[in-house]
């Protein structure tokens, strides 16, 4: 049973940081493509950041240069940076996985399991 489980969103100031977890079990998470997805009330779910397996990153225009993605072997996770926040990005943000040795998948429906999510919210 695979298991996603995000840890790291709470609430921030415009311009500040945050940095989300994800913690992956059941499975090792070497063979996953990974990403982070948000949805904001009323919104659907839309990519934010992924990785492969080969640690190839991509990035939704709208946060480019301000969050960077990135994960650890070891540690059977994937993390998410996000500096220079700005109020559109509060929303909920789900990690998701999904066994693949291609390039980024960007569409929710691609990926296979997903965390329960964290909230952000970022004031102005």
């Known amino acids: 049973q695979v298991q996603l489980v995000e840890s790291g969103g709470g609430l921030v100031q415009a311009g500040g940081s945050l940095r989300l977890s994800c913690v992956v079990s059941?499975?090792?998470?070497?063979?996953?493509?990974m990403a982070w997805f948000r949805q904001a009330p009323g919104k659907e779910r839309e990519f934010v950041a992924g990785i492969t397996w080969s640690t190839s990153t991509n990035y939704a225009d709208s946060v480019k240069g301000r969050f960077t993605i990135s994960r650890d072997y070891d540690k059977n996770a994937a993390y998410l940076q996000m500096n220079s926040l700005k109020p559109d990005d509060t929303a909920v943000y789900y990690c998701?996985?999904?066994?693949?040795?291609?390039?980024?998948?960007?569409?929710?429906?691609?990926?296979?399991?997903w965390g329960q999510g964290t909230q952000v919210t970022v004031s102005s």
């Open positions: 998701g996985a999904v066994i693949s040795m291609t390039t980024t998948k960007v569409h929710p429906n691609e990926y296979d399991y």
């Open positions: 059941g499975r090792t998470s070497r063979h996953f493509q």
